[in-house]
Structure formats: structure tokens, C-alpha cells
């Protein structure tokens, strides 16, 4: 089944404590972004990968760090978590070609900083 | 102006209502517009892109006009299962190779049986 896995589905952390979200797509897609959902702000968009080894950030970065060695892996690192850093993290993936083709996300995760 | 602003909602309607979602975008360069469905803490799922001609796709009909940079959706027979918020989301032209799509912070739908 084509997809997009991100784990954990879960985490609660303390400040400070680095932490990876690790994020993997059997669709053989170049592009992956990861975004993040708060209330009243909706979904914004963290970083973008266009291919391996290339990255980029979306509008909200800061406290975050990528890295894209795979096609199919593109992890998320909060090297020194802090709570405003709570929030429901989603992945996603684009098929290449057209413009209209929308995102496949992952199920996401819910990162709660203590 | 917000980039892409939807009806805050939320909207309650009887099964076998028509409902319909409106959606202005700040950007006229913008390039692709889609909307998608978010139940209740799960990932956003496409429902369908929207093009310059409008576009069916069963119940749902999508609708677009680059003049008036508006948006719609109509669902028609709400369902029950169509509970869920809806998003109205569009690409830009200017990120470069970026696909960054811009979300709105979504519609609320109740569907009562």
C-alpha cells in the first residue's frame, strides 16, 4: 500500500531532550515537507526536501533541522525541544510531475514538551 | 489580507443538506488549488483539486474563479461520514521549486442524522 509512516504517533518529552521524528514514503517520491498543526493557525509548513540532499525551509524552522540522505526517509530533529514546540507534526509526500497533484501526509504526531 | 481564509464555521445540517464551503485566497498568482477533508485528529486527505472549469466528482462539485479569487465546494445529499472539517488550500507561484502548500484553517462540518 502506498503510504507515508511517521513515528512515533505519540511522544511526550521534557525541554531540551533532543528528539526525532522520523518520517518514510514507499511511493518513491522526490518531494517531502513536513508542517505542523496548531490551533488557530492551521497547518504551516516547517521544511521541504525537493530531493536527496536537497532542503530548504518552509515559514516556521526555527528549533527544527532535517536531513535527507534517502529518497524515502526525510526525518524531523528537535535537537533542544521546547514547549511551544507542542503541536500535531504531519509528513508528506508529492508525486512528481503536475502541479495539481495534491500531498499524501502521514498519520502524524503528537508532540507534547514539558 | 490572510492568505487563504475560509468560513470560520462551524456548520450543523441535516443529513441530505447542501451545504456549501466558500474560500478567498490573497495571492492572484497563485497556481493550484485543492480541497481537502481533516477528521478529527487525523492527517489531511484530498478530496479533490479544483480547476478554472469547476469539477464534479460525485456529491461533491468544486468551483473557481481567478477574477474574484474565490473558491467553493458544494456537497450535495450530505452523508453522515461527510463530517469533518474541510480545508481550502492553494499553491503560489514565487517559492521557487518549493510545492509549499497554504492551508486555511478549515470549516467545521456536522452532518445530523
Known amino acids: 500500500e502506498a503510504q507515508v509512516t511517521q513515528n512515533p504517533r505519540y511522544l511526550i518529552t521534557v525541554t531540551g531532550k533532543k528528539l526525532t521524528v522520523t518520517c518514510s514514503q514507499n511511493?518513491?517520491?522526490?518531494?517531502m515537507s513536513w508542517y505542523r498543526q496548531d490551533p488557530g493557525l492551521g497547518l504551516r509548513q516547517i521544511y521541504y526536501?525537493?530531493?536527496?540532499?536537497?532542503?530548504d525551509k518552509g515559514d516556521v524552522p526555527e528549533g527544527y533541522k532535517v536531513s535527507r540522505k534517502e529518497k524515502r526517509n526525510f526525518p524531523l530533529i528537535l535537537e533542544s525541544p521546547s514547549p511551544n514546540q507542542t503541536s500535531l507534526y504531519f509528513c508528506?509526500?508529492?508525486?512528481?510531475?503536475?502541479?495539481?497533484?495534491?500531498?499524501?501526509f502521514g498519520s502524524g504526531t503528537r508532540l507534547t514538551v514539558v | 489580507r490572510k492568505e487563504v481564509e475560509q468560513d470560520p464555521g462551524p456548520f450543523n445540517v441535516p443529513e441530505g443538506a447542501t451545504v456549501a464551503f466558500n474560500c478567498t485566497y490573497s495571492?492572484?498568482?497563485?497556481?493550484?488549488f485543492f480541497w481537502y477533508r481533516q477528521d478529527c485528529r487525523k492527517e489531511p486527505k484530498l478530496l479533490m483539486s479544483?480547476?478554472?472549469s469547476g469539477n464534479e466528482d460525485g456529491r461533491f462539485t468544486a468551483q473557481l474563479n481567478r477574477a474574484s479569487q474565490y473558491i467553493s465546494l458544494l456537497i450535495r445529499d450530505s452523508k453522515l461520514s461527510d463530517s469533518a472539517t474541510y480545508l481550502c488550500?492553494?499553491?503560489?507561484?514565487?517559492?521557487?521549486?518549493?510545492?509549499?502548500?497554504?492551508f486555511g484553517k478549515g470549516t467545521l462540518l456536522t452532518v445530523n442524522p
Open positions: 508528506a509526500s508529492k508525486p512528481p510531475g503536475g502541479i495539481n497533484y495534491g500531498y499524501t
Open positions: 511511493m518513491n517520491h522526490e518531494y
Open positions: 488550500v492553494v499553491r503560489n507561484v514565487g517559492g521557487g521549486s518549493n510545492y509549499k502548500l497554504t
Open positions: 526536501s525537493m530531493n536527496v540532499e536537497v532542503t
Open positions: 479544483v480547476y478554472s
Open positions: 495571492n492572484s498568482a497563485s497556481q493550484s
